[in-house]
């Protein structure tokens, strides 16, 4: 499995993998019965999770909703830190989230819009750098692991600062090297097999480190950095199968 997954994330296009994943997770999640690990996004119970990832690591993606570490931490950042699931909202939810999809779109208290440049289950096609929405539009706005893709980064912070509302927040979360004091960006670096070597993915233009939080303050957003995994138990952060790496940066208009 761990090589199967490996090829279909290297070899085959996100909007192909998207389209089939739904009937590949039917066809696996019952072999990965168990009680050793739960996803909580969709609450269902395993002896271990898929591999994932261009490496092909293991114990990662949900078998049954195709939630990784970082949708579980930010469902669970949801649920105990904010309205989100209560208080009415326009939600534009950015490169949208198959462990997210169904379940936004059940939420009554919610006008849910999608939107990708890509993606076959977005609503609205569109380029994040030059977005067709009015100011001040949304209250809420996430797009996680979209600007290591993105050219000109800035461009995407300031048109997101420039379509929420005053007081609205987003979820802007990336892959980030804990261990990098600066992101790491070479435009000279074009071809996927070297952007891999240096980004961590064939199509990252960068790789973010920790002044990831200071470049979002520089397009106008409070920051505030989320710790959440420190406050449940290992046990349980093991159980969920989460990056205790992994933060929330919770970024406000304000």
């Given amino acids: 499995m761990q090589k199967i997954i490996k ?16 009937m590949f997770s039917k066809l696996v999640s019952f072999f990965y019965k168990g009680e050793n690990y739960q996803c909580p996004i969709c609450q269902q119970k395993f002896r271990k999770f898929l591999p994932y990832g261009n490496k092909g690591i293991d114990n990662r993606l949900c078998p049954s909703c195709l939630s990784l570490e970082r949708h579980r931490l930010i469902w669970l950042f949801l ?5 989100f699931f209560t208080k009415k909202a326009r939600f534009l939810h950015i490169a949208p989230e198959q462990p997210f999809l169904n379940r936004f779109k059940q939420l009554s208290n919610l006008e849910y819009i999608t939107a990708d440049l890509e993606s076959p289950i977005a609503d609205v096609k569109l380029d994040i750098q030059n977005m067709p929405f009015g100011e001040n539009e949304f209250d809420i706005v996430m797009a996680n692991h979209v600007l290591e893709h993105i050219p000109d980064e800035n461009k995407a912070f300031s048109e997101i600062y420039r379509i929420l509302k005053n007081g609205g927040w987003c979820i802007l979360q990336v892959p980030l090297d804990p261990n990098k004091s600066e992101t790491y960006e070479d435009k000279s670096i074009t071809s996927p097999k070297m952007r891999e070597i240096h980004f961590g993915q064939y199509d990252h233009l960068r790789l973010y480190g920790l002044d990831y939080p200071e470049k979002i303050k520089k397009a106008g957003f409070s920051v505030e950095t989320i710790d959440l995994i420190s406050e449940l138990s290992i046990e349980l952060a093991h159980y969920y199968r989460l990056d205790f790496s992994e933060k929330i940066y919770w970024a406000k208009k304000i």
């Fill in 7 to 22: 090829f279909l994330v290297r070899k085959i296009p996100r909007p192909i993998l998207i389209k089939f994943s739904y």
């Fill in 79 to 83: 649920e105990k830190k904010t309205d």
